[in-house]
């Protein structure tokens, strides 16, 4: 069981920028990093992942805004959001999926959320 811890959430005014890190701790093999947002009322969506051999995708909402990253010896993984608008505001979770998860179709685990709150 991979157990992850969040922070870096808040409130920031519009144009303006917050990091969020995600801790990654237990034996794993990892298949992909990733960072999804949910806001009350709607699905959770994906943010950004990135992969074991580092290539990355985002949603088109935040492509050249925010960027994913991670730090392979410390099993954390980051996402910098930049130029932040209203409708970024959401819960954001980091999520890890293993090589194993990959293999049997799991989600595998998630964070307790962060709250991201974009408002003037």
């Known amino acids: 069981q991979v157990r992850l811890v969040e922070s870096g959430g808040g409130l920031v005014q519009p144009g303006g920028s917050l990091r969020l890190s995600c801790a990654a701790s237990g034996g794993f093999s990892i298949y992909a990093m990733a960072w999804y947002r949910q806001v009350p009322g709607k699905q959770r969506e994906l943010v950004a992942r990135i992969y074991g051999g580092g290539s990355t995708n985002y949603a088109d909402s935040v492509k050249g805004r925010f960027t994913i990253s991670r730090d392979n010896a410390k099993n954390m993984v980051y996402l910098q959001m930049n130029s932040l608008k209203p409708e970024d505001t959401a819960v954001y979770y980091c999520?890890?999926?293993?090589?194993?998860?990959?293999?049997?179709?799991?989600?595998?685990?998630w964070g307790q959320g962060t709250q991201v709150t974009v408002s003037s």
């Open positions: 999520n890890v999926r293993t090589n194993s998860d990959y293999v049997n179709s799991r989600d595998g685990s």
